[in-house]
């Protein structure tokens, strides 16, 4: 599997892995985006921040595990609906599967900012 890509009369072939789809943005450059929403292990995400939910909001360990849990599945859900509006750009900027406590909450704030700085650029002043 690969994309030809026609540089100075020479072709390149750009091998990518799936689940990734691949936007040109210029004559050499190329980004690859998830294809769809990619699943991180939220129980260790939520565990790992539940002991600093506690200590901040004097919460059990449980009850802020079970509220993170819900927020990520919430932001996930989300996710599944719009991911298909979100530009192949904007995906690959903010989802960051590999970052320490990746965040199904962290990609939707950043995908949504990324929405809402463009279209504050385009109304007119």
């Known amino acids: 599997m ?7 009369g020479r072709t390149r072939v750009a091998h990518l892995l799936p689940p990734f789809a691949v936007v040109v943005l210029g004559p050499h450059l190329l980004i690859a985006a998830p294809a769809g929403v990619p ?6 995400t ?14 059990t360990v449980q009850s802020a595990i079970d509220s993170c849990l819900r927020s990520e599945q919430s932001a996930r859900e989300q996710l599944v ?3 298909a509006t979100y530009p192949a750009t904007d995906k690959a900027r903010c989802v960051q599967v ?4 990746p965040s199904y ?3 939707l704030t950043c995908l949504e900012m990324e929405r809402d700085v463009r279209a504050q650029r385009k109304t007119p002043r």
């Open 39 to 44: 699943t991180i292990d939220i129980q260790n």
């Open 46 to 59: 939520c565990k790992i921040a539940a002991g600093s939910m506690t200590i901040m909001a004097g919460s």
């Open 81 to 83: 609906k719009d991911w």
């Open 105 to 107: 909450i962290e990609w």
């Open 98 to 101: 590999k970052v320490y406590l």
């Open 2 to 8: 690969g994309i030809h890509l026609f540089s100075s």
